[in-house]
């Protein structure tokens, strides 16, 4: 009996042994000092932190972007991109040399959210991509749903840094495509064959005193047409040209704007009001 027991206790430390350095190959690259949600605003319950936290661990270790959410009920008189970098490089957070990442700071003082990228990020999040991001959040942070807002921030996150790593980053000659919703289906096959039974049968109820007619002898007038002679005759003949403005993909405005952070990092983001 003790032996088996002893066996198992070896097994069992063999497989602790082979597990933390898989996981440690994970983490490799992160300072993991402080947790990915720091929710001084108590804008979540205990049990939403913990999800949160669990969907961006995940989302970060998979990635080797750090993705983060900051809330604070003051910004302490600094501006929320001041306040979101110092807090970002403050916590260490970010992955590799670079430090690439993100953190979503939600200020609740004037109602203000904002997103500093760093590293990699910068690439992934364009400005053009981070007003999106925004865009599809502040509805639930209009709400106080800050749950769902969080949720849609990690999954827009993850997504724009796939697009970012196997194509082109989102941007404003790539936005993303917001799909659409089933509901659309059978509301545009109803609408499209009332209409379509609308316009027949208005086009019917005007064909009524409508005949076939064999030929066409009843409308004309009798004795009223003499053809003698035809001739076509080639009058003169118009052109009208149209410059063809060239596509300069430099000037469109997009990418990514930078800047130097107080501590001298370059960061990129943007944010607006909920």
Not at 34 to 47: F, G, H, K, Q, T
Not at 98 to 111: F, N, P, R
Not at 159 to 169: C, N, S, V
Not at 255 to 274: E, L, M, V
Request: charged share 25%; net charge negative; glycine share 10%.
């Amino acid at each position: 009996m003790k032996k088996r027991i002893l066996s198992f206790i070896t097994i069992l430390i063999l497989c602790l042994g082979l597990a933390v350095p898989a996981f440690a190959e994970e983490t490799e690259g992160f300072a993991n000092e402080y947790p990915r949600v720091i929710d001084n605003a108590e804008l979540l319950s205990a049990d939403e932190r913990e999800l949160l936290t669990s969907k961006l661990d995940e989302i970060s270790t998979r990635q080797k972007v750090d993705v983060t959410v900051a809330t604070t009920d003051t910004l302490d008189g600094l501006t929320v991109s001041d306040y979101a970098e110092r807090f970002y490089e403050s916590h260490n957070y970010g992955y590799g040399p670079d430090k690439d990442g993100t953190i979503l700071l939600i200020s609740m003082e004037d109602h203000d959210w904002y997103m500093a990228t760093y590293g990699y990020a910068i690439t992934a999040f364009t400005d053009a991509g981070i007003q999106y991001i925004g865009e599809e959040m502040t509805g639930d942070l209009s709400d106080g749903d800050f749950a769902a807002a969080f949720d849609t921030f990690a999954d827009e996150c993850d997504d724009f840094i796939t697009q970012a790593k196997t194509g082109e980053p989102y941007d404003i000659d790539n936005e993303p495509q917001k799909p659409m919703s089933w509901i659309w289906i059978p509301i545009s096959l109803v609408a499209g064959i009332i209409l379509s039974l609308i316009v027949v049968g208005t086009m019917k109820s005007k064909l009524k005193t409508v005949r076939f007619q064999a030929a066409a002898n009843n409308y004309v007038k009798a004795g009223s047409m003499n053809l003698t002679e035809s001739r076509d005759i080639f009058l003169y003949n118009t052109m009208t040209k149209t410059k063809k403005e060239k596509n300069d993909s430099s000037s469109g405005g997009g990418g990514s704007s930078t800047h130097t952070t107080s501590s001298g990092s370059t960061a990129g983001g943007g944010g607006g009001k909920f």
